[in-house]
């Protein structure tokens, strides 16, 4: 052993104070490191789908930014399809986690009707949209073994549309206003709208209404349909940030046949129960998103040009949740 630190009696007992200092220091600093790479040697990677739309995108963005920010190693899987292609990425392992809409879990893949409001009850129920959360909860973790997290905060729900000049000359304000007058008009939807439970299958059920033409696509081309005349209404998104430029007229679900549609994260379960870590850093977007702030997000990708991981991170690191890149 060096003689500085045997000094005259061997061993340490003549170590110098600050050397002592400086070495136990150093020995919890290698230990807490240690087990950091310990950690990240047994972390997952993880990861992360999304819908083929921009709030999608935007919002499968902030998931993967914040678990990377938590130490996470992540892997994109963004656009994948409709909700019933991500369902099955998710239950076949293909992606952990992506964020899903209350209503479309409960109809286009549960199959179950929208519960209705139950006035008759001795004591107050819990609203449509609670009873909704409670069931696409329960059954998902029941059927598939996935786990509805806590509900962002916003409801993006599905509405039928008309130019103001429509609205207007025809006099509606309404869906029920529109039945009398849909069979002379063409609706322009999504990819998903005419085959999904809840889309136009429903809206007949309720309605009995019948359209002359239906064209589904791109969500980006039925704007610009009905922006220049080509068709006469038009499936949008309550939180596109594309309508104020647009003068469309929403039309009122008088009927209710759109359930809520409150996103939350969906996540496996066996990766929760392996890394329960991962409940707290995913849940970090609970109730801090309404339906304005999420149409101002979706603007800036959709008018104003930006990408959805520069507004997902811009959003992240104004709101504290992740440390700021700069």
């Known amino acids: ?191 998903e709208f005419p085959d999904r439970h809840d889309g136009l299958p429903q809206l007949e059920e309720v309605y009995g209404i019948e359209f002359a033409e239906v064209r589904p696509g791109d969500p980006t081309a039925m704007y610009d349909a009905i922006a220049s005349g080509e068709v006469d209404v038009i499936t949008a998104y309550t939180t596109d940030g594309r309508l104020p430029g647009l003068d469309l007229v929403l039309l009122e679900d008088d009927g209710h046949a759109f359930p809520p549609y409150y996103a939350a994260p969906v996540v496996d379960q066996d990766l929760l129960e392996e890394n329960p870590e991962l409940e707290g850093i995913l849940n970090q977007l609970a109730g801090r998103i309404d339906e304005e702030t999420m149409a101002r997000l979706n603007a800036q990708v959709d008018v104003d040009g930006m990408t959805p991981a520069d507004v997902a991170r811009a959003f992240l690191e104004e709101e504290g949740i992740i440390s700021s890149s700069e």
Not at 26 to 35: A, D, K, P, R, W
Not at 43 to 72: C, H, K, N, Q, R
Not at 138 to 156: K, S, V
């Open 1 to 191: 052993m060096d003689n500085a630190m045997q000094g005259q009696g061997g061993g340490m007992r003549y170590l110098r104070p600050w050397v002592m200092v400086v070495l136990m220091v150093s020995g919890l600093v290698m230990g807490q490191l240690g087990s950091v790479l310990a950690q990240g040697e047994d972390a997952p990677t993880v990861t992360v789908g999304s819908l083929s739309f921009t709030e999608s995108v935007i919002l499968s963005e902030m998931l993967a930014l914040m678990l990377e920010d938590a130490g996470y190693e992540v892997e994109r899987a963004f656009e994948l399809g409709v909700s019933a292609d991500l369902h099955e990425a998710l239950t076949s392992g293909e992606i952990d986690v992506y964020v899903e809409y209350t209503g479309g879990g409960l109809v286009a893949i549960l199959g179950s009707p929208v519960p209705t409001d139950n006035d008759d009850a001795a004591t107050p129920s819990a609203s449509i949209a609670e009873r909704t959360y409670a069931i696409v909860s329960e059954q998902y973790r029941d059927a598939y073994g996935l786990i509805w997290l806590d509900e962002i905060g916003f409801n993006d729900s599905y509405a039928l549309a008309v130019t103001q000049e429509t609205a207007e000359e025809l006099g509606i304000e309404t869906i029920s206003d529109l039945v009398e007058h849909a069979g002379d008009m063409t609706l322009a939807t999504d990819a």
